[in-house]
């Protein structure tokens, strides 16, 4: 059994990667910031298919409370350590570069590029030692493309993959791969604004997404069969864009 943290693993695509992780045998952290209905919710469905996991909330953007609860875990938990990190927690905040304000930059900046390093830095130095891990960044066709409105968003997680190809140079010679997986539109609360019969027209396969088609994806780079799959930006989008 690996250990498995899947931050913003409550809701929407974070909690199909924490059930699909789940049923593949894994130990899955489920992190998220205020949600403890959704949260609760995510760890029952995991019981009652019969696999394992246990809730751990902390704000990813906070990095006094992340170095503080996670740092906690991972110093008391020294036996198990988090073999598969999933940097899933995110949030956008849309609007036109000469309106926004500069808490909107600064909260999805923190909260997408921040919490990588937030998480990512504790988790990185235990998976080193035992010369194995996987490290899967969730970033957005936003990041690859830019897309008009998400200036704030585009640069966080346009930055999150810059720091994925850098990340997977540092640590590939221990067994570590460092991947990012890039979705185009998927059918969650975060897209649940958004007018789907306009833009499906756009995608190839004319629909958005669903959250458990990005798990699919996930646990494919989360298990030991991804082993010579490093550095890579993975686009799951319907065709959009690539
Ligand atoms: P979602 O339905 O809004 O769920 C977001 C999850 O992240 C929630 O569990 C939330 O916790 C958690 N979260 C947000 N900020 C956090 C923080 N500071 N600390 C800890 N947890 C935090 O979003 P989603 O659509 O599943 O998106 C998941 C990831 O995929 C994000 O990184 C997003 O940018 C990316 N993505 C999504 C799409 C899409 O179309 N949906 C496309 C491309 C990329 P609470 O439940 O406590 O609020």
Known sequence: M????????????????????????????????????????TLHMIKEQGGQGALLKFDVANREE?????????????????????????IRKDTLLIMMGSEDWDSVLDTNLGGFYNVTKHVISPMLVKKYGRVINIVSL???????????????????IGATKA?????????????AIAPGFIKTEMTQDLKEDELKKLIP???????????????????????????EVININGGLYS
């Open 2 to 41: 690996r250990y498995a943290l899947v931050t913003g693993g409550a809701r929407g695509i974070g909690r199909e990667i924490a059930l699909k992780l789940a049923s593949e045998g894994n130990f899955v952290l489920i992190n998220y910031r205020s949600n403890d209905e959704e949260a609760n919710r």
């Open 66 to 90: 992340t170095d503080r609860i996670l740092g906690h875990w991972i110093e008391a938990n020294k036996e198990t350590p988090i073999q598969i990190l999933v940097n899933n927690a995110g």
């Open 142 to 160: 936003s990041g690859l493309k830019g897309l008009p409105g998400q200036v704030n968003y585009s640069a966080a997680k346009a930055g999150t």
């Open 167 to 179: 990340l997977a140079q540092e640590v590939g010679r221990r067994g570590v791969t460092v991947n």
């Open 205 to 231: 396969l004319n629909r958005f997404g669903e959250a458990k088609e990005v798990a699919e994806l996930v646990a494919f780079i989360a298990s030991e069969k991804s082993s010579y799959i490093t550095g």
